[in-house]
């Protein structure tokens, strides 16, 4: 069973705003899984000129924690739906903060969009029959694919499962120029 849980706040209300949208959101997913969810999809597609989308990674991490606090983490897994991610950067800190899926809706819709409007005319691996909206969808995925696996390759992971939810990354900071 699934549930979609809607992560936007209302723009003109400002940090107080989102800060009650969150705890509203935590709230919405304690009652999810109380009714049986074992899916919960964090929903920023009700953005809008009135309605400002809480970040995807605050919003991971914040329910990541609530429900490790509360005992519930492992009884649901976290499906992210989200404008924001676009780049493996992105996808690997929605993992690292929790996220077991991620729905990059609007990186699909650029590409529709892009096809639509003629700016991509080749696609690579496209098969007989197939449309190519779906080969570019296919092919964004594997290059999403093949980022994650280099970055945790790199950080001495092997899989997934060791990767979410471990925030094994950080800011740093260099006094070196280019860094």
Do not use: W
């Amino acid at each position: 069973k699934s549930t979609t849980r809607h992560t936007v706040y209302p723009a003109h209300s400002g940090a107080e705003g989102m800060e009650k949208a969150v705890e509203q959101v935590y709230l919405d997913v304690d009652a999810a899984i109380n009714e049986g969810s074992t899916f919960v999809i964090l929903s920023d597609r009700n953005m809008d000129k009135d309605n400002a989308a809480i970040p995807a990674a605050l919003i991971t991490a914040g329910v990541h924690h609530h429900l490790v606090r509360n005992g519930l983490r492992t009884k649901v897994a976290l499906i992210i739906e989200s404008g924001e991610p676009r780049e493996i950067h992105h996808f690997c800190v929605l993992l690292g903060y929790g996220a077991n899926a991620i729905n990059p809706y609007l990186a699909f819709e650029s590409l529709d969009d892009l096809l639509q409007r003629k700016v991509i005319t080749q696609i690579g691996g496209l098969k007989d029959n197939q449309a190519p909206f779906d080969a570019a969808v296919g092919n964004y995925i594997k290059a999403i694919n093949k980022g994650l696996i280099r970055v945790m390759s790199k950080m001495g992971v092997s899989s997934v499962q060791s990767y979410r939810g471990a925030q094994i990354f950080g800011a740093r900071s260099s006094s070196r120029v280019g860094c």
